[in-house]
């Protein structure tokens, strides 16, 4: 209110010669500040109740991941008893990410980590190696990438916890689609604790794949079962991986929006004491003329 | 049992989501309305051409829902 009076009263003033440009820029730049001041405490507000959002979010996508992991446990428990030879195995690449933003580096750890395993030297793949994309924010970035290799792509998974439907329904589309792999992997985002996550595989064997390998023998099944469970055991992976997924997304949204809402605290102090500085300067320079323009009476 | 014809028709997953469908249909009310929930899927899928992405489908199509008539006439 003060600074408002004192800005109206230089402005009312007559400029004098060499006075009126600084006056001018400290009247300017006080309205700024004040504009950027409230426009950052609005955005604290927001990114704070983000931040809310997404813990009550975190703690359920969190006890939904204990749940599913095990899905994907009872999973490797076959395939560790039926290894797959890596070499010349035609591989499917699915990478998992979600269509939302704010949620600091997920989308591109994993795209990264798809594109570096596209790019492998150790155990190269085929140049037309086909990978499917679950969420936009992935897509977007792997079509820049890898456009050619992208097959299919899905999204609307993510806004919730992903149900087994979700999975049972991209196993689905997968199988139906013709494409022809041996085995699948699928990079995803594994929750290595609340503060950090970390981009990693998970490979999934194909039917032909499970009946060539030697270890399957020990278990003689008939072929339709190893048909069926093969198909199970996908939809099984990629419900664990989803909602591993899910789970370090909402961890790295609450951590972002964390740290947006520490930032704009900070800018929210810097700029009062600019502000503060600024206004008094300008009732500073109007007692000093006030002052002259009285001793030269 | 004659072995199963369903396989020539479609996959295990759509079977084990039949079934689900059925035996969440046959619960209590309760238990029912909360089964529900897991079960839903709004999943959209693309087949991509040579770098392009192709029509979003469905993979369950919204129901079409008729527009309720407004109080005001």
Redesign the interface.
């Known amino acids: 209110m003060l600074a408002r009076r004192t800005l109206g009263r230089i402005a009312a003033q007559p400029p004098v010669l060499g006075a009126a440009p600084s006056g001018s820029r400290n009247m300017a730049t006080l309205r700024e500040i004040e504009l950027r001041l409230k426009s950052v405490r609005n955005i604290e507000k927001i990114t704070k109740s983000m931040k809310m959002i997404a813990s009550t979010k975190l703690a359920k996508a969190q006890r939904a991941m204990q749940a599913g992991k095990q899905y994907g446990i009872a999973n490797s428990e076959v395939f560790e008893h039926s290894p797959v030879e890596e070499s010349g195995k035609r591989r499917l690449f699915l990478v998992i990410s979600s269509d939302k933003g704010l949620c600091g580096g997920i989308h591109s750890s994993v795209s990264k980590a798809a594109r570096r395993a596209l790019a492998d030297k150790d155990a190269p793949v085929e140049s037309d190696t086909p990978v499917m994309v679950i969420g936009d924010k992935a897509?977007a970035q792997l079509?820049r990438a890898a456009?050619?290799n992208?097959?299919?792509?899905?999204?609307?998974?993510g806004?919730d916890i992903p149900?087994?439907?979700?999975a049972?329904?991209?196993?689905?589309?997968i199988?139906?689609?013709g494409v022809k792999y041996d085995i699948v992997t699928i990079v995803y985002n594994q929750f290595v604790s609340a503060l950090s996550y970390e981009a990693t595989t998970m490979q999934v064997e194909s039917e032909s794949a499970l009946k060539e390998s030697p270890g399957f023998k020990a278990y003689e099944m008939e072929d339709?079962v190893t048909?069926?469970l093969a198909?199970?055991s996908l939809?099984n992976a990629i419900y664990a991986t989803l909602v591993e997924s899910h789970a370090c997304e909402q961890s790295a949204r609450r951590n972002a929006m964390d740290n947006a809402s520490k930032n704009a605290t900070d800018m929210i102090s810097k700029l009062q004491m600019q502000y503060n500085r600024g206004r008094q300067a300008a009732i500073t320079n109007e007692l000093v003329d006030i002052i002259t323009g009285a001793s030269a009476l | 049992m004659s072995?199963a014809t369903w396989?020539n028709v479609?996959?295990?997953?759509?079977y084990?989501?039949i079934a689900?469908r059925a035996l969440r249909q046959s619960l209590k009310e309760n238990e029912r309305v909360a089964a529900e929930?897991?079960?839903?899927?709004?999943?959209?899928?693309?087949?991509?051409e040579?770098?392009q992405?192709g029509q979003?489908v469905y993979?369950?199509p919204p129901e079409e829902t008729n527009p309720k008539k407004s109080a005001a006439v």
């Open positions: 897509k079509a456009g050619k992208i097959v299919m792509s899905f999204n609307q998974i806004r149900t087994f439907a979700d049972a329904g991209v196993a689905d589309l199988i139906k689609s339709d048909k069926d198909e199970f939809a | 072995s396989r479609f996959t295990y997953n759509k084990a989501q689900a929930k897991r079960g839903v899927t709004i999943l959209r899928y693309q087949q991509w040579n770098g992405g979003q993979l369950n």
